[in-house]
């Protein structure tokens, strides 16, 4: 069974910092581009980091806005992938969730999301 769960959200003041975990299981950890998202209240979900497997170089890619603040990094031994978030700004405030999609198999499998809140 595919699981893809996460932690860390949260409420903290423009400035402050957050760091994001997603615990991934039932499936190969390894081979799959794991990638962070979120969806802001009216607005379509958006791409906002993500890291390819170690196969593919592990690229890393980030949404404009972002570039600079946050920063995504993938365990292989924890199977976790991280989206450390300083500099937060209120525009920052979404739900985030936690994507796995396949290097090798047209599988994608997404979290339940995480809140996380900017303001003062």
């Known amino acids: 069974q595919v699981q893809l769960v996460e932690s860390g959200g949260g409420l903290v003041q423009p400035g402050g910092s957050l760091r994001l975990s997603c615990a991934a299981s039932?499936?190969?950890?390894?081979?799959?581009?794991m990638g962070w998202y979120r969806q802001a209240p009216g607005k379509e979900r958006e791409m906002v980091a993500k890291?390819?497997?170690?196969?593919?170089?592990?690229?890393?890619d980030y949404t404009d806005s972002v570039k600079g603040r946050f920063t995504i990094s993938r365990d292989y031994a924890e199977n976790t992938v991280y989206l450390q978030m300083n500099s937060l700004k209120p525009e920052d405030t979404a739900v985030y969730y936690c994507?796995?999609?396949?290097?090798?198999?047209?599988?994608?499998?997404w979290g339940q999301g995480t809140q996380v809140t900017v303001s003062s």
């Open positions: 039932g499936f190969t950890f390894s081979t799959y581009t």
């Open positions: 890291i390819a497997s170690v196969v593919r170089g592990s690229n890393t």
């Open positions: 994507n796995a999609y396949g290097d090798w198999v047209p599988k994608n499998y």
